[in-house]
């Protein structure tokens, strides 16, 4: 597999769980009651976004093809969320929980891809701006997690 090839599926993978993150929050803000709870997740619906779009860019720019759609794990991630939010006695805090869960996944993602790839220097600094933003996230679902408790 060529340097471009390699980089462009690394990133399209990213673009996946940035797809599937925005799908998610979109999904958490529609399960929410809480006006500050719901502008959170559309505030952090937006940044994913803005996200997918920066990957799309870079991967059209390494020569190859963005993918259009997220993945069948997030489908099945967002189905959880539901389920738990449907069956929890306090449906706000299983749903941060949930969200806390996947931005740490995602955060995971972003680190093995930036330790096991050589990327151009934009492209590395973009990759840890959002990597740095996600995990700012995970320290502010914490933040909102301890309030509705």
């Known amino acids: 597999m060529s340097y471009t090839d ?6 399209n993978e990213l673009l996946e769980k940035n ?3 925005k799908k998610g ?16 997740f559309k505030s952090k619906a937006t940044e994913r976004d ?6 799309k860019r870079e991967i059209i720019s390494f020569g190859q093809k963005p993918e259009k759609s997220g993945s069948f794990t997030g489908d099945a991630h967002r189905a959880w969320m539901d ?5 929890s006695m306090n ?11 996947g931005e740490k ?9 930036l330790k096991e790839t ?15 933003a996600i995990k700012n996230s995970v320290n502010n679902a914490k933040r909102y997690e301890s309030i509705v408790s």
């Open 25 to 40: 929050f979109l999904n958490a803000s529609e399960n929410v009651e809480s006006t500050n709870l719901k502008t959170y």
């Open 50 to 55: 803005v996200y997918v779009d920066e990957l």
């Open 105 to 113: 996944a995602s955060l995971e993602d972003y680190d093995k891809i």
């Open 83 to 87: 389920i738990k939010s449907t069956l």
């Open 118 to 132: 050589s990327f151009p220097r934009s492209t590395e600094a973009m990759l840890l701006r959002q990597r740095n």
């Open 6 to 11: 390699d980089v462009g599926k690394k990133m």
């Open 91 to 101: 449906d706000e805090e299983a749903i941060l929980e949930e969200v806390q869960r």
């Open 19 to 21: 797809i599937d993150a």
